[in-house]
């Protein structure tokens, strides 16, 4: 139960940072893809304030025995490059593209009530199961 | 858009506080994909932080769309099936990549995990190459 708690606090503290980003509006997502457009450069400070707290966090944090609220440590170790995880990317990326959302900003946004984010979120669930469901027709399990 | 630029900033500081309290009090990465893939195959003991985290995300939302309504400001106007086919892509790709923009982009990156390093060169590279193309196309209205 603690540890439901604590990523309700992780979901809150996180919804706040994509709202004061600027993440929650797909049209910035866009103008930040638009490089050979009108681009709009201000979502880079996003990746660089959240890799730079967690980059030093990170450090601070692994040298821990074990999580506060767990016995061990769940972080993925898996480091071979499959085709799976670069076409999986490209796919995201166009996606990405195409709407504006990834999925964070897209469970964020269903707080606007707008019909864009839920007809989005409801596709994104299909998209998984879709993928999950036919996952062996691929042969190209990165899981 | 000076501002624009330090509230991106203040907004990527919060997120990775949020990452960082998730690594040290549950030991986890946040990776948001991942999180919601796991909740649509429960299992028992492992559900409940996944849904109270998306809980936590929606919200965030509540309290931010009522502190700055602006935030949810959606001026692109396209058709609805461009949302749906978006939507499937993006859910898609992510279970197939094994993570988004949080879990590659952010904790991964952080982490200098090979395998996140080469996962968002592609999708900022896929995104840019695919906003060209629907800009020529003119999916966006």
């Known amino acids: 139960m603690k540890n439901a708690l604590s990523a309700l606090a992780v979901g809150f503290i996180f919804a706040l940072g994509l709202g004061l980003s600027g993440m929650t509006q797909p ?3 866009i103008g930040f893809l638009d490089l050979f457009g009108h681009w709009d450069p201000s979502l880079i400070f996003v990746m660089a304030g959240a890799i730079l707290v967690h980059f030093v966090m990170y450090k601070l944090i692994r040298k821990r025995k074990s999580p506060l609220l767990s016995t061990q440590w769940h972080v993925p ?4 490059i499959t085709p799976a995880l670069i076409i999986g990317a490209f796919i995201f990326g166009v996606g990405w593209a195409l709407g504006g959302f990834c999925p ?6 269903l707080a606007s009530f707008d019909k ?4 989005f979120v409801i596709s994104m669930l299909a998209g998984m199961f879709l993928y999950k469901s036919s996952r062996s027709l691929w042969k190209l399990q990165d899981i | 858009m000076q501002q624009d630029w330090i509230n991106a900033l203040f907004g990527g500081v919060l997120i990775g506080t949020a ?11 946040t990776g948001i994909s ?9 299992v028992k003991g492992d559900t409940l932080w996944r849904v109270l985290f998306m809980g936590g995300l929606f919200l965030g939302g509540l ?5 700055k309504p602006a935030v949810f400001t959606n001026t692109v106007n396209s058709e609805i099936w461009t949302t749906i086919v978006a939507g499937l892509l993006v859910g898609f790709g992510t279970i197939m990549g094994s993570g988004c923009t949080s879990g590659h ?3 991964g990156i952080s982490r200098m995990s090979p395998r996140s390093l080469v996962a968002t060169i592609v999708f900022m590279a896929a995104g840019i190459a695919a906003v060209y193309v629907f800009r020529k196309l003119g999916v966006y209205l």
Do not use: D, H, Y
Request: charged share 10%; proline share 7%.
């Open chain 2, 63 to 67: 309290v931010m769309g009522q502190l």
């Open chain 1, 116 to 119: 864009t984010p839920f007809v």
């Open chain 1, 77 to 80: 170790t898996k480091k071979e």
């Open chain 2, 19 to 29: 990452v960082s309290l998730m690594l040290l009090w549950n030991g986890r990465v």
């Open chain 1, 104 to 109: 964070g900003p897209a469970i964020t946004s």
């Open chain 1, 27 to 29: 049209q910035k997502v």
């Open chain 2, 34 to 42: 991942g999180i919601i893939n796991g909740a649509l195959s429960p």
């Open chain 2, 105 to 107: 982009g952010i904790c």
